[in-house]
């Protein structure tokens, strides 16, 4: 399964809620985004196991209180400025939490902070803590941070076929990965097999990603499930940059111990 949606697609797909009295703007990308204020929102509600994608703006000087949620995630941070806990959170900053993680405060500063959320699968919104400390699972937790300083337009190459990789997080023994690329106009390349994980996203920073004959510019996002192997990319006619997140597997027994 690929699924791919482009940023004009999810903009129309944009609503505002209140979160402790301050307007959170969520754009939907992929599957359906947790609606603060709704019923069931944040509590243990079963759901299925598709992916779930959306863009947060999260306003100034507001505060995201520390949380968790029960499946694993990517937050990209792409805009604006703040902090995730005690660490930056700037453009390119990523968060990999797994399910049951707790993590947060997330501040935003004077421009705000904006970030995407990249889930694994259904989630019914945060569970706050400590008043939603009984539902935490203990014992899994794992938190990994990646971060790439310099991106942007001048980071794609221009070379004929010329293409650029950055590991943010390497691959680990259960498939866990962060990496970066820049493909010149025009060019083409192979992924990382999804299935050495659980799935992937695949986020343009910049330039266009090439699909099905349309081009997805700068804040379009794709998911490739475990059975689409390795999926290959074309940048568009200014070339491509793009972050691509890759979920461990599931219930993977061999892990390195510094992750």
């Known amino acids: 399964m690929l699924i791919s949606t482009a940023t004009e697609t999810a903009l129309q ?18 599957g359906s985004a947790p609606k603060p204020g709704t019923a069931g929102y944040g509590q243990n509600v079963a759901g299925d196991d598709a992916p779930q994608a ?3 703006s999260q306003p100034p000087h507001s505060t995201t209180r520390p949380h968790f949620h029960q499946t694993n995630q990517f ?17 390119l900053t990523v968060q990999y939490a797994g399910g049951n993680t707790p993590y947060g405060p997330i501040v935003a500063e004077d421009d705000g902070i904006q970030y995407f959320t990249l889930r694994q699968a259904w989630d019914s919104g945060a569970k706050y803590l400590p008043a939603m400390n009984d539902m935490l699972v203990k014992g899994q937790q794992r938190q990994v941070i990646g971060v790439k300083s310099s991106y942007g337009a001048d980071q794609i190459p221009r070379g004929d076929g010329a293409t650029k990789t950055e590991f943010l997080i390497a691959p680990t023994t259960d498939g866990l990965l962060m990496q970066w690329l820049g493909l010149s106009p025009g060019s083409k ?3 990382p097999d999804a299935t050495e994980g659980g ?8 330039g266009s990603l090439r699909r ?13 499930s475990t059975d689409e192997g390795e999926v ?18 599931a219930h993977s027994r061999k892990m390195r111990p510094d992750s």
């Open 54 to 56: 959306y863009l947060v």
């Open 199 to 206: 799935g992937q996203y695949h986020v343009v920073v910049s």
């Open 13 to 30: 797909r944009e609503t505002t809620h209140l979160v402790d009295d301050q307007p959170y703007k969520g754009r939907e990308y992929i």
């Open 212 to 224: 099905a004959g349309q081009d997805l510019p700068a804040m379009s996002v794709e998911f490739a």
């Open 189 to 191: 390349t192979t992924l």
């Open 75 to 91: 937050q990209l941070f792409v805009g604006g400025g703040g902090s995730v806990g005690k660490l930056r959170a700037d453009p």
């Open 232 to 249: 290959e990319i074309e940048a568009g006619a200014d070339g491509l940059e793009m972050m691509l997140l890759r979920f461990p597997r």
